[in-house]
């Protein structure tokens, strides 16, 4: 009880909050989002694994307006001056996180693409082998051929 005291003291008033019509276009870019990456999915252009990712941002910037007041009270109690700072500087810590998990991907796929690589030369050089022992076949059977007439 005593934080929120605290916290109500250091609130601007009430003309410094998120006005109702930039909270609308908030939900509303959000809501576009939510659908759009919905479409997506539905079309199969976006697979399942990253389409979690950008679902929990459609929701969170359809719910961040309608919580907007809490996170103002959380910026005022970390001594963020200016609160939108707080919302940027979650969005790029998400985004650096996200780049750590594109950096992981892109780190599996190189290796897969490696061994797969490998692979597929020692098929190429096992198949190349085989034709010509299969050539060198037909050559003896062929020169066996011509001994007999």
């Known amino acids: 009880m005593r934080v929120i005291a605290l ?16 909270r609308v276009f908030a939900m509303l870019l959000g809501i ?6 919905l479409n ?9 694994e990253f389409a979690l990712l950008w679902l929990v941002t459609a929701v969170v910037l359809v719910l961040t307006p309608l919580f907007i007041d809490y996170l103002d009270m959380i910026a005022y109690a970390l ?12 969005a790029i810590i998400s985004l650096l996180l996200v780049l750590f998990q594109f950096s992981m991907r892109i780190s ?7 061994v797969l690589v ?9 198949v190349e082998d085989l034709e010509r022992s299969i050539e060198g076949e037909g050559e003896s059977s062929a020169n066996d051929g011509n001994d007999q007439d």
């Open 118 to 126: 490998q692979e597929l030369a020692l098929l190429r050089a096992q």
């Open 79 to 90: 001594g963020i001056e200016y609160p939108p700072a707080l919302i940027f500087l979650l």
């Open 7 to 22: 916290l109500g003291a250091t609130m601007p008033a009430a003309s410094d909050v998120m006005e109702y019509r930039a």
């Open 40 to 48: 997506l999915v539905r079309t199969k252009k976006l697979k399942e």
């Open 32 to 37: 576009a989002v939510l659908l759009f990456v």
């Open 108 to 114: 599996r796929f190189s290796e897969q693409i490696k």
